[in-house]
């Protein structure tokens, strides 16, 4: 196959119309400011890109990188978006369901989105869903949006104080990093997938490396950016206090 072939993914043209509808919907009952609108709108257009364009095919034939990148994007960037484009209201709505309580608190939520990253790159699971894209990478890949979503949930809906969510998002950063590291350092290929896929550009080890290396380093972009955030609103606002409380 042509790896600068377009892919069209079914499930993400049929997924990502509905959700837009859905979200549609929702604007009624529960209406967004115009960022929060674009930060759903970003979020979509992202699954789009990583699944109707040639990125899909490099991931499905060919590159360990290009599919680690399309990981990244669903289990981290996407969700995040989505969930910032959601209405607070909205969220204090489905808040006041028991489950989605439970599934959001921080000590339940990053747990669910470790596991889920953690699981899915068992080589031997790894491998086994990409030889069913049909099923088992159709399930991967929204496992990975769901667990995302669950996992971004108390940092931008959570009720607890800057400070915690700094560490939550610093507690993120430092557990999930490994994976990438592992792949990056490991003198051998993890993937028998990939070690049989024809060559691209690269070896199949540098591929890895690569893939390794980019996702450590996405991870500390964003998870220290979102961090550093949180960590200034806390100590502005424990400044403030400090001026207040002298008073």
Not at 80 to 100: S, Y
Not at 206 to 224: H, Y
Request: hydrophobic share 55%.
């Amino acid at each position: 196959m042509d790896p600068h072939s377009w892919s069209v993914d079914p499930d993400a043209l049929a997924v990502v119309p509905t959700l837009a509808v859905g979200y549609l919907l929702l604007q009624v009952w529960w209406p967004t400011s115009r960022e929060r609108r674009f930060a759903f709108a970003a979020s979509q257009l992202l699954l789009i890109a990583v699944f109707v364009t040639p990125l899909e095919t490099l991931a499905l034939h060919y590159l360990l990188s290009a599919h680690l990148l399309q990981n990244v994007a669903v289990a981290e960037w996407a969700p995040g978006l989505a969930v910032v484009g959601l209405a607070p209201a909205l969220a204090r709505e489905l808040e006041r369901h028991a489950t989605v309580r439970a599934l959001t608190h921080p000590l339940v939520a990053l747990p669910i989105w470790l596991a889920t990253y953690f699981v899915w790159h068992v080589p031997r699971i790894y491998d086994t869903a990409l030889e069913h894209p049909a099923t088992l990478l159709h399930l991967e890949h929204t496992t990975y949006f769901a667990a995302g979503v669950v996992m971004w949930w108390p940092v931008v809906h959570g009720r607890g104080p800057d400070g915690v969510k700094a560490l939550y998002l610093f507690a993120a950063f430092v557990l999930a990093s490994p994976l990438g590291l592992l792949l990056a350092l490991v003198p051998h290929t993890a993937y028998p997938f990939y070690e049989h896929a024809p060559h691209l550009w690269v070896d199949h080890l540098t591929d890895q490396q690569i893939a390794g290396l980019t996702m450590a380093a996405e991870q500390a972009v964003v998870f220290f950016a979102v961090f550093a955030l949180y960590l200034a609103r806390f100590l502005r606002s424990e400044a403030i206090v400090g001026v207040y409380g002298r008073h």
